[in-house]
């Protein structure tokens, strides 16, 4: 009944939590659905299984196993059988008094924080990939701290612009929602012979149409005025989610709305990104 529309975690997290809730409660000892030597192992060994899970899981959608889901719970069964007789219930044996033996505590919880903190301050061990892999993650890892949009520091006729002046006579545009919004510090930082407009608004398209419940998106849908101010070299835009906050029947107006910005900016700019 889920899929990848649906919130989770979330409220629907009720469903099976709930449902858990009521085999517990019901404490039916002589139900032959739950007191069957099935169930009473599955039960035994459930934690095992949960923690072994995840990885197998992880595993087929890298690698795009087929039949994963069948083949992946089929695994963990069996490595949290035995994981369980390996681990968790050796410690259950170790138990004294209900504590685990000071020693057993004293040897591993130092192994696994050394461990840790080693992957952590390797930026989870990257040099187990070749080169090229190597340097997208690192790059990937580097944009995590890439969201740093100023304040508006240029006004033209009522346009909030972020303006980054490189004493130039040349300009580019990057004109769009957030998706633009976000490519900001890493222009910011390019040594680049134009002068760069930033006419952005969050969650807005260009299409008049779009009306969005919260704000305004005058910002760029009055984007003609800043084409007739400033004259550019290059536009670069984006367009996500195109259909969405869509009147009635109204794609076909949208496409034309998006069909003439397009053709505003290539008649207002030498190259269109």
Known sequence: ??????????YLALVP?????FVIISCQNESKLTNNIVFKYIGLWSYSIYLWHWPLVVYGKYYNVENWSLVGIILSIIL???SFNLIEGHISKNMVGGKVKISFIVLLLPLIISFTGYVYNKNGLVERFDQ????????AQRAVGDWNYPKPNLNISKLYIRYIDNKSDKNILFIGASHIEQVYPYVSKLKIDYN???????????????????????NIQNYKVLLESVRFEKIVTSFYNFNSYLPKDGLLERAKEY???LLNIKNHAQEVF
Request: glycine share 10%; proline share 6%.
């Open 17 to 21: 939590v709930l449902g858990a809730y």
């Open 80 to 82: 949290g059988v035995i």
């Open 259 to 261: 069909d003439e910005f």
């Open 132 to 139: 090229e892999k190597r340097e997208i993650l690192q790059s």
């Open 1 to 10: 009944m889920f899929d990848s529309n649906d919130l989770w975690p979330g």
């Open 196 to 218: 760069v407009y930033f006419l952005t608004m969050g969650g807005c398209f260009v299409t008049p149409s779009m009306k969005h419940p919260q704000w305004e998106c005058s």
